[in-house]
C-alpha cells in the first residue's frame, strides 16, 4: 500500500498535466509510463481505502512494528539460550546420577 501511495503522489502531477493539455494523444505518447503508474496506483489504492492515506504515518506504523520485531527477538534469543543453559545443566546432573547410580550399584554387588 505504501508503494501505491508513493507512485500516485509522484505520477500525480504527470496525470494532471496531461488532462490539462490541449494535444493528449502527443502528452499520452511522451507521459504514457507516468500515466499508467499513476492510473494503477489508483486503482490499487481504491480497492483498499478510500481516503489516500498519509505515507509518512504508514512509515512510521511501519517503523513502529520492525522496532517491535526486533524487541521480540531479542527476547526470544535470551530465552532461546536460557532454555540451552537449562537443557545442559539438565544433562549434566542426569550424567552425574547415573554414574552414582552405577557406584551404587557395583558397590553392593561386592
Known amino acids: 500500500m505504501i508503494k501505491h501511495a508513493a507512485a500516485y503522489r509522484e505520477h500525480k502531477p504527470a496525470f494532471e498535466q496531461y488532462e490539462k493539455s490541449a494535444d493528449k494523444e502527443k502528452f499520452l505518447r511522451c507521459q504514457?509510463?507516468?500515466?499508467?503508474?499513476?492510473?494503477s496506483s489508483v486503482k490499487a489504492l481504491k480497492q483498499v481505502v478510500q481516503k489516500l492515506p498519509n505515507t509518512i504515518a504508514l512509515q512510521a506504523e511501519q517503523d513502529m512494528h520492525v522496532a517491535?520485531?526486533?524487541n521480540e527477538y531479542t527476547e526470544y534469543q535470551k530465552i532461546r539460550s536460557q532454555a540451552k543453559e537449562i537443557e545442559t545443566i539438565k544433562r549434566n546432573e542426569d550424567s552425574i546420577l547415573e554414574i552414582k547410580g552405577n557406584c551404587k550399584k557395583e558397590y553392593f554387588e561386592i
Request: glycine share 0%; proline share 0%.
Open 32 to 39: 504514457e509510463s507516468s500515466i499508467i503508474f499513476f492510473e
Open 68 to 70: 517491535e520485531k526486533q
